[in-house]
Each structure stands twice: as structure tokens, then as C-alpha cells.
């Protein structure tokens, strides 16, 4: 493995990390991700180029605008630094090759969606749809053999999560259920590790909070998402290796 690749491509994770960060503020907002630039959200004052490099403009300023001295979010350079990780973590693990157009891609919505989930409770059709149409144009490119694989495991992950919704409409929406369909899309039949992942860590973490606050957490609900995104990379990362665990163990 190229270490200056993987480097370069780390590098490219953090920059789009900082638009990702542009994608979860605005997004949710109905706000256009390309006009105006960046800004500061409380005086509104464009953010200079030097202090928007991703993670170290943040410690420079010590999370604060530098013309107002309004806090900026933690989330910014947590972004920013986990989407240069989890970038030169897939090029590690999948190689530097024409997969890292879908890969790449995928792990970013992920992030995004994941954060926006966590903030406002919303997986944004603007977001998930294109992402879907990314996939399938992209699959025909550049794994033309495998597209009915992957719309096969588009469609059953989005029906298995359609059946979960329906039987507990409290535990998730729709907008979940649109993002497993996606996750098959780029995963194929590693959704279904990402789905175990996903719904196993749920459970912990639902039933973890459900005993530190008593059964007080019952009808609130819990985001979803992070969890599908969590099951998302690691079917990205290791889906391939945990299939081929699962069918030798049954042979």
C-alpha cells in the first residue's frame, strides 16, 4: 500500500469533512450547500480561507470566530477528523483503487447523515436519494457484473427495515428505512453484517439508557441512524470477511 496515497486521500477526508459540516448545518435548514459560503453562523461574516483548514483552525482559534468570538461547535473538527480517519481507513482496508469512488462517497453520506440524525431526528431525502442514484449509476461503471447484487440488496435491506418500522413505528422512520436501501446498494450482501451491527449496538445502547434512566426513555425514541452508520463502515471495512466467517462456519 502507498503510504503518500493513503496520505493524500486522509488529506481529502478532512477537507470534505469540512463540507460535511456545511451539509449538516444546512441541509436540515432547507439552505443551498454551495451559496453563500462559509460563514459564521452569529455574525455572519465569511470565514477567511486560513481559518478554515480542516481541524487545526480550530485549535488555533481555540473553537471561537475570530471576529466575534461566538463558540464554534467541537462537531466541526470531530467531523473533520473522524471522515480523514475513516477515508484512510477504507483506502487501507479496499485498496487504492476505481471502488474508492463509490466507497468514498458512501462513507462520507454516512457521516453526514449520521450527524444530522443525532441533531434534528431527520435522514434527509435530499441527501439519501441522490446518494441512491449516485450508487447506481456509479455500480454500472464500475462494477457493472455485481448491479444486480447490489439492487437485490438495495431492495432487501430496505424492505427488512420497511417490515422492522412497521412493527415498531417508535423505533425508527422511513428515513431510516430509505438509508439501509441505500447502505445495500454500495454494500450488497455485506448490508447484512451492517444491519447486525447496527441493530445489536442499538439494543445495547437503547437498553443501557433505558436502565440508567429508569425506563424514563420509553416513547422518546432514540435516532437510528447513527446506528446504521456505525454498520454501514464496519460492512465496508470487514462485510466481505464477515460473510465469508458466517458461510465457512455453516460449512
Same mark, same amino acid.
Given at each position: 500500500?502507498? %503510504?503518500f %496515497?493513503?496520505?493524500?486521500?486522509a &488529506?481529502l477526508?478532512?477537507?470534505?469533512?469540512s463540507?460535511?459540516? &456545511?451539509?449538516?448545518?444546512?441541509?436540515?435548514?432547507?439552505?443551498s450547500?454551495?451559496?453563500?459560503g462559509?460563514?459564521?453562523?452569529?455574525c455572519?461574516?465569511a470565514?477567511?480561507?486560513?481559518?478554515?483548514?480542516?481541524?487545526?483552525?480550530?485549535l488555533a /482559534?481555540r473553537g471561537?470566530?475570530?471576529?466575534?468570538?461566538?463558540?464554534?461547535?467541537?462537531r466541526?473538527?470531530?467531523?473533520? %477528523?473522524?471522515?480523514a480517519?475513516v477515508?484512510a481507513?477504507?483506502?487501507?482496508?479496499r485498496?487504492?483503487?476505481?471502488g474508492?469512488?463509490?466507497?468514498?462517497?458512501? #462513507?462520507?453520506m454516512?457521516?453526514?447523515v449520521?450527524?444530522?440524525?443525532?441533531?434534528?431526528?431527520?435522514?434527509?431525502?435530499r441527501i439519501?436519494?441522490?446518494?441512491?442514484i449516485? %450508487?447506481?449509476?456509479?455500480a454500472?461503471?464500475v462494477?457493472?457484473?455485481e448491479l444486480?447484487?447490489?439492487l437485490?440488496?438495495?431492495?432487501?435491506?430496505f424492505?427488512?427495515?420497511?417490515?422492522?418500522a412497521? #412493527? +415498531?413505528?417508535?423505533?425508527?422512520?422511513?428515513?431510516?428505512?430509505?438509508?439501509?436501501?441505500?447502505?445495500?446498494?454500495?454494500?450488497?450482501?455485506?448490508?447484512?453484517?451492517? /444491519?447486525l451491527?447496527?441493530f445489536?449496538?442499538? #439494543?445495547?445502547?437503547g437498553?443501557?439508557?433505558?436502565?440508567?434512566?429508569?425506563?424514563?426513555?420509553?416513547?422518546?425514541?432514540?435516532?437510528?441512524?447513527?446506528?446504521?452508520?456505525?454498520?454501514?463502515?464496519?460492512?465496508?471495512?470487514?462485510?466481505?470477511?464477515l460473510?465469508?466467517?458466517?458461510?465457512? +462456519?455453516?460449512?
Amino acid at each position: 500500500m502507498d %503510504a503518500f %496515497a493513503v496520505a493524500v486521500i486522509a &488529506v481529502l477526508g478532512g477537507m470534505i469533512g469540512s463540507f460535511l459540516n &456545511v451539509v449538516v448545518y444546512r441541509v436540515p435548514r432547507g439552505e443551498s450547500v454551495v451559496s453563500p459560503g462559509s460563514r459564521c453562523p452569529d455574525c455572519d461574516v465569511a470565514i477567511r480561507p486560513w481559518d478554515n483548514v480542516p481541524v487545526l483552525s480550530w485549535l488555533a /482559534l481555540r473553537g471561537r470566530c475570530r471576529n466575534c468570538g461566538t463558540s464554534i461547535s467541537a462537531r466541526y473538527p470531530l467531523v473533520e %477528523a473522524l471522515t480523514a480517519v475513516v477515508f484512510a481507513a477504507v483506502a487501507l482496508v479496499r485498496g487504492v483503487d476505481s471502488g474508492l469512488a463509490l466507497d468514498l462517497p458512501f #462513507a462520507a453520506m454516512l457521516i453526514a447523515v449520521a450527524a444530522i440524525d443525532l441533531e434534528h431526528r431527520i435522514v434527509p431525502n435530499r441527501i439519501v436519494v441522490p446518494m441512491a442514484i449516485y %450508487a447506481i449509476v456509479g455500480a454500472a461503471i464500475v462494477y457493472p457484473g455485481e448491479l444486480p447484487e447490489l439492487l437485490a440488496a438495495g431492495a432487501g435491506a430496505f424492505l427488512a427495515l420497511l417490515l422492522a418500522a412497521l #412493527a +415498531q413505528p417508535a423505533g425508527m422512520g422511513m428515513g431510516d428505512v430509505k438509508l439501509a436501501g441505500v447502505m445495500g446498494l454500495y454494500l450488497g450482501v455485506s448490508v447484512i453484517p451492517a /444491519l447486525l451491527v447496527a441493530f445489536l449496538v442499538g #439494543a445495547v445502547v437503547g437498553i443501557t439508557l433505558a436502565i440508567r434512566e429508569g425506563g424514563g426513555i420509553r416513547g422518546k425514541g432514540i435516532p437510528f441512524a447513527p446506528f446504521l452508520a456505525l454498520g454501514g463502515l464496519v460492512g465496508l471495512l470487514a462485510g466481505p470477511e464477515l460473510v465469508d466467517l458466517y458461510l465457512n +462456519q455453516l460449512g
